[in-house]
């Protein structure tokens, strides 16, 4: 197990900046998410803890050694890469074994740490087999073995779901939480899927063009977004972002936006008092517009009309019109239906609404 921290981490591709004034600390044994979009920085962070990319500034620590001049074979760290890297002409357990010949084991400590592997991750059927053989699943079993046969300091992972289809990845999501647990062992994953974030993370780090936006654990994240990158970045669909205004309602406020006065919660009028008659960005969250006013909360009416309607099972998605024609989604009961075009009044909880600064995109103070 480890620790890893970076301190104030950047990378130059020449002029380009990749990656820039990144602070980090990754607790011994925790599941760190690196979430964000393509580009981002994700997997250049995770290479630069690796040593396969050179930190161009700033620090990277393991168990509180400064790692930036020492060789990635020193840092004992395993990394699990996007297209898994099995050599082609070995079998699962020459795969499994090469990297431990290479380290000078006696043969009976490797093909004990093989047996112990291939039992956890269920690939024991699979050692005579070459990586040709092997479905995208065991494949990535295969790759996540080699790694763990290793009893490294921390896993790297980079992407390693990608490939597989959606029941795949939902499989193998779960392993890896269950192996986490099993293992107690430091994880650094990096992915561009908001639900691996939600669902594996102890905490997410969220990237944008090269820095880190915000980092937590991730209903905290998802609760209390930090701007509108965040707000509509995690979660499918995404948060409802919408120009608006805040307004002198009676004796409190409102937010006018899509052509409706909808009235701030009492206890939320305090600290949004110095942004009356000012512009701002209201932020609402699918799963918080209703087709009822009952339920609690503080639910607000407003009349739409049906965009589309998306049935996806388990749920519905209520695309729908605002009076001013702009869109908003609605995550709904399974049991919902409504034509193209039909009016349909939604309610939304007012107490759970977001506002954010339009200049800076910051979300302003709740209250």
Not at 23 to 37: R, S, Y
Not at 179 to 207: K, S
Request: hydrophobic residues 45%; neutral net charge; aromatic residues 4%.
């Amino acid at each position: 197990m480890a620790r890893i921290v970076l301190e104030n981490v950047g990378k130059l591709y020449g002029p380009v900046v990749a990656v820039e004034g990144v602070n980090l600390d990754i607790a011994d044994g925790e599941f760190m998410v690196l979430l964000g979009p393509s580009g981002c920085g994700k997997s250049t962070t995770l290479r630069m803890i690796a040593g396969l990319e050179e930190i161009s500034s700033g620090t990277c620590s393991i168990d509180g050694r400064v790692v930036n001049d020492v060789d990635p074979a020193e840092r004992d760290l395993a990394i699990v890469f996007q297209n898994y890297a099995l050599y082609p002409h070995m079998s699962v357990a020459d795969n499994l074994a090469f990297g431990l010949k290479l380290r000078g084991l006696p043969r009976a400590d490797i093909e004990a740490r093989i047996a112990t592997t291939a039992r956890m991750l269920g690939i024991g059927e699979l050692l005579a087999r070459k990586p040709r053989q092997l479905s995208g699943g065991q494949q990535q079993r295969v790759a996540l073995g080699r790694a763990l046969v290793r009893q490294p300091k921390a896993f790297l992972l980079d992407e390693p779901l990608s490939n597989l289809d959606a029941k795949l990845r939902a499989g193998m999501r779960t392993e890896l939480i269950k192996l986490h647990q099993q293992l107690g062992a430091t994880i650094v994953h990096v992915t561009h899927d908001q639900v691996e974030a939600m669902t594996m993370g102890q905490r997410i780090c969220i990237m944008r063009d090269g820095r880190i936006v915000q980092v937590g654990a991730p209903l905290e994240v998802y609760r209390n977004p930090v701007d509108t990158f965040v707000a509509g970045f995690l979660a499918s669909p995404p948060m409802n972002l919408l120009d608006a205004r805040i307004v002198a309602n009676g004796q409190g406020l409102a937010v006018e936006v899509g052509g409706v006065a909808l009235p701030v919660p009492p206890e939320r009028t305090g600290v949004l008092a110095q942004w009356r008659d000012r512009p701002v960005v209201f932020g609402i969250r699918p799963e918080d517009l209703y087709t009822t006013a009952e339920g609690g909360g503080a639910r607000v009416a407003v009349d739409t009309a049906v965009v589309a309607v998306e049935a996806l099972g388990p749920e519905v998605v209520l695309v729908a019109a605002l009076p001013d024609k702009r869109e908003v989604s609605a995550r709904l009961g399974r049991s919902f239906t409504a034509r193209v075009a039909a009016p349909q009044r939604l309610y939304a909880d007012m107490a759970a609404m977001h506002l954010f600064d339009p200049e800076t995109r910051r979300a302003l103070p709740r209250g």
